[in-house]
């Protein structure tokens, strides 16, 4: 590490690239993007993901973790630099700047995935910090990807990418395309599609197939538009107890998956439960 000098300046031509992923539309028009804090980078690397180079300031080294960390990185033979305060400050898109930050390259994912099980489409979901949180649901309660209409979150953003907890390495992201396109994927994959609809006659437990499902959610504010519902083969509503007469859209995902993944046991995760 000894051979590494500190980076002081932000025109530092890495440090320059690195706050360009700042912008939302940098983003969005870039191959990479900012991993902040000890655990997303943690996860970038053991999830084997294409790492640039990772700034970090001193003390990160002081500790067991973080000489884990580096040496870790180290036999990956990823770059890594020491960086001032004061650049981490102007990297961080949080309040409290986590001491840590990544650069790294954005998942590609091959589709359609085999074998299918459980999709969710999302309509112009705009909470980040909702998106981030369904990546994570679909990774631990089965979710095979995730489909995101246009005019939706950017996946990349940096709420998104923190709420995920490291699930948006691993979550097969489909975005930018028109629901129309998605719905005539899921329909040329021979997948159920279901729309949750708190106005729906049919219960989600009502919900009966043996074959992959596509359930459809809607934004946090207007819902699904009613020609995607239209086209959809079923429309669920999800119990509860009254006066609650909505949920957010990341517990609505989350007990979807949840429920049926555990009726047909397309996950691993069923067992661990019956057991």
């Known amino acids: 590490m000894a051979s590494n000098p500190l980076i002081q300046s932000v025109s530092n031509s890495m440090v320059k690239y690195a706050h360009s992923l700042t912008s939302a539309r940098k983003i969005k028009e870039s191959s990479d993007f900012l991993c902040e804090g000890f655990h997303l980078v943690e996860e970038a690397i053991v999830s084997q993901q294409k790492i640039r180079f990772i700034f970090s300031t001193s003390r990160i080294l002081k500790s067991k973790e973080g000489l884990r960390l580096f040496e870790q990185a180290r036999r990956e033979k ?4 020491l960086v001032t305060d004061q650049i981490v400050i102007y990297l961080s898109s949080t309040v409290t700047p986590q001491e840590i930050i990544a650069v ?19 309509y112009q979901i705009q909470d980040a910090g909702n998106l981030g949180t369904i990546l994570r649901s679909s990774e631990a309660l089965g979710g095979q990807g995730v489909l995101l209409t246009s005019s939706s979150c950017d996946p990349f953003n940096s709420k998104v990418v923190r709420a995920s907890m490291g699930s948006i390495f691993r979550v097969p992201i489909m975005s930018n395309g028109s629901w129309e396109s998605y719905h005539e994927w899921f329909v040329q994959n021979k997948l159920m599609t279901v729309a949750l609809d708190a106005h729906a006659s049919k219960s989600l437990f009502q919900l009966k197939t043996d074959i992959p499902i596509a359930f459809w959610l809607g934004s946090e504010g207007s819902g699904l538009p009613e020609e995607l519902m239209h086209k959809c083969q079923e429309r669920v509503f999800i119990p509860m107890a009254k006066p609650v007469e909505s949920l957010n859209i990341a517990v609505a995902a989350s ?3 949840f429920f049926i993944n555990l009726q047909n046991g397309y996950t691993d995760f069923s067992k661990e439960i019956l057991v």
Request: proline share 12%.
């Open 78 to 81: 990823i770059k890594w630099f």
């Open 104 to 122: 790294v390259k954005k998942p590609e994912w091959q589709w359609p995935l085999k074998p299918l099980s459980s999709i969710l489409g999302l």
């Open 255 to 257: 007990l979807a998956l």
